[in-house]
Nanobody, 121 residues
Framework: QLVESGGGLVQAGESLRLSCTAS????????MAWFRQSPGKEREFVAS????????YYSDSVQGRFTISRVDASHTLYLQMNSLNLDDTAVYYC????????????????WGQGTQVTVSS
């Protein structure tokens, strides 16, 4: 089970940190990722981290602004989002995959329910 939290309403330029708590998975076997979906758009990959060694991968649109991390002891995944802009408005989902460095939705069988992030001008 994956449960996201931390979404909310922020102004452009501000920061927000999302969390995702995982249970029922042997996380060291998985890559964890964040995806997002804006109204009328396809769900898109944001960032991923291979749990066992914290290898990270980012989409071009968030590289340098967002940081994905995890705390093994608490089974928690994070997404630190800085310099948010209007295009970052979306529902953010955490997901788990046994495929390393995949950006493809079909490779992720486990999903959270999502948390809304809204960036205002």
């Amino acid at each position: 089970q994956l449960v996201e939290s931390g979404g909310g309403l922020v102004q452009a330029g501000e920061s927000l940190r999302l969390s995702c708590t995982a249970s029922g998975l042997s996380l060291r076997r998985y890559t964890m990722a964040w995806f997002r979906q804006s109204p009328g758009k396809e769900r898109e990959f944001v960032a991923s981290i291979r749990w066992i060694d914290a290898m990270t991968y980012y989409s071009d649109s968030v590289q340098g602004r967002f940081t994905i991390s995890r705390v093994d002891a608490s089974h928690t995944l994070y997404l630190q989002m800085n310099s948010l802009n209007l295009d970052d408005t979306a529902v953010y989902y955490c997901a788990a995959s046994s495929v390393t460095k995949s950006t493809t939705i079909k490779d992720y069988p486990f999903w959270g329910q999502g948390t809304q992030v809204t960036v205002s001008s």
